[in-house]
Antibody, heavy 129, light 107 residues
């Protein structure tokens, strides 16, 4: 059974730091890009960051660039999100997700269509004084 | 950034109804469009990937269609467990973006 379990959330003051972790079981993360997606209370979903299978590439939404760092420990089958200089607007439930690419036929060729196919239950981060 | 506009933002329907949710992209995204279902307090669940491919284990009453900029999610014969919120998401280019969501309510 696939399980992604986030931890590390909590209450932090503006300007503070938190490190989220995502422990994975049921599949080997070294074969997948992994991602963090967040959801502010009562709001929609927002992609935060991605990391390549071997950690050699990372991608971020502009609003967290330079403040958040995604990393992975393939040996421990876990993914992390270091969050520094937190702001009130970062208050959200943070989800860890697996990125899966499926080859499909489109426009006369074969392309890889990516989606988030497995998600954790989320961990709440509250930034407030 | 690619903006995804979902419509309607909410709708009311009866059990057994057929409903259609639309997602319009601000520029072409080919078929790089996914649909998720999210129940209150739970993580999103992938329903449809690449615009029209049904994720394994998802009931066949969910169908997706479209390409380019206009996409639809159709639920035929709404079941009680389908009354919740749905999001579209594009994976054409970074930043990955989601639509604002459509809440399906029971009439």
């Amino acid at each position: 059974e696939v399980q992604l379990t986030e931890s590390g959330g909590g209450l932090v003051q503006p300007g503070g730091s938190l490190r989220l972790s995502c422990a994975v079981s049921g599949f080997t993360i070294s074969r997948h890009w992994m991602a963090w997606v967040r959801q502010a209370p009562g709001k929609g979903l927002e992609w935060v960051a991605n990391i390549k299978e071997d950690g050699s590439e990372t991608e971020y939404v502009d609003s967290v660039m330079g403040r958040f760092t995604i990393s992975r420990d393939n040996a421990a089958n876990s993914v992390h999100l270091q969050m520094d200089n937190l702001r009130a607007e970062d208050t959200s439930v943070f989800y860890c997700a697996r990125v899966v690419g499926v080859l499909i036929s489109f426009a006369g060729g074969i392309v890889s269509a990516k989606s988030f196919d497995q998600w954790g239950q989320g961990t709440l981060v509250t930034v407030s004084s | 950034d690619i903006q995804l506009s979902q419509s309607p933002s909410s709708l009311s329907a009866y059990v057994g109804d057929r409903v259609t949710i639309t997602c319009r992209a601000s520029q072409t995204i080919d078929v790089y469009l996914n649909w998720y279902q999210q129940k209150p307090g739970k993580a999103p669940k992938l329903l449809i990937y690449a615009a029209s491919y049904l994720q394994r284990g998802v009931p066949s009453r969910f169908t997706g269609s479209g390409s380019g900029t206009d996409f639809t999610l159709t639920i035929t014969s709404l079941q009680p467990e389908d009354f919740t919120t749905y999001y579209c998401q594009q994976s054409f280019t970074n930043p990955i973006t989601f639509g604002g969501g459509t809440k399906v309510q029971i009439k």
